[in-house]
């Protein structure tokens, strides 16, 4: 099948690159992804780019850029392939000899205005996340960030112990995340995309998430391991489902009872170097 065929050519080439040629997007990538856009969200379902790694991560890569994301619009991947119609045309009815006339129906007395108008629907309001309804916790997370931003000097002194001041547990939880497949980071640049691809696809969370994102290594394979700070006591649902990267890392929920877990999360946080016995080649934070 020739779609099978072209979509496993592009895998083979997006597999030690970002985009189709260069560092960066081009006019090339654009009239790929607009190519390759329809496919996504009307035919090829999870379970078939699944079989295309590469041209799933190259897609949605490409097509969160802010530009294309604002030309694109929000999607969502198709679920389902849509059933395909007969060629067939149904058989027409004969035509009777004389067709009857109908009788007009009569007509009803228009109703009063307010009868109506309770007849009418009222516009359903917007579902409230259920992260919303949680109690309210102690830990404000925009205080966090704004803190995490400011602190240019001291860090440990003056950003950790303001985050362990602030921590809730009871209102938030704490993840670390390694990546399944750090067999593949073998090219530094396409690592580095590839983690800022996925950051870029958690903006939903931004309300509700900060994350630090270490590339570690001086040379491949690169590992790629991670610290995410979510409201509420599990890893909320929605990113679960609408991030797909998220199945791309194994998860273990932190125990900040255990001081060793606990000073894994300090170093995670102040980007410490080395860590875990190796340089770090980048760190990147969402928040």
Known sequence: MLMLSTLDALNIHLASNTYLVGHSVTLADIVMICNLYYGFKLIMTKSFTSEFPHVERYFWTVANQPKIKKFLGDFKQAESVPAVQSAKKPAQAKESAKPKAK????????????????????????????????????MI????????????????????????????????????????????????????????????????????AFGKMLIIGNE????VKGLWLFRGPEIPKFVMDECYDMELYDWKKADISDEEQKERVNQMIEDHEPFEGEALLDAKCFK
């Open 220 to 223: 491949p394979p690169y590992k």
């Open 103 to 138: 009788a007009e129906p009569k007509k009803e007395a228009p109703k009063p205005k307010a009868e109506a108008a309770e007849e009418e629907e009222a516009p359903k309001p917007k579902p409230k996340n259920p992260l919303d309804l949680l109690p309210p916790s102690k």
């Open 141 to 208: 997370l925009d205080d966090w960030k704004r803190l995490y931003s400011n602190t240019k000097s001291n860090f440990r002194e003056v950003a950790i112990k303001g985050f362990w001041d602030m921590y809730d547990p009871e209102g938030y939880s704490l993840w670390f995340c390694d990546y399944k497949y750090n067999d593949e980071n073998t090219v530094s640049f396409v690592t580095l995309n590839k983690v800022s691809g996925f950051l870029q696809r958690m903006d939903l969370a931004r309300k509700y």
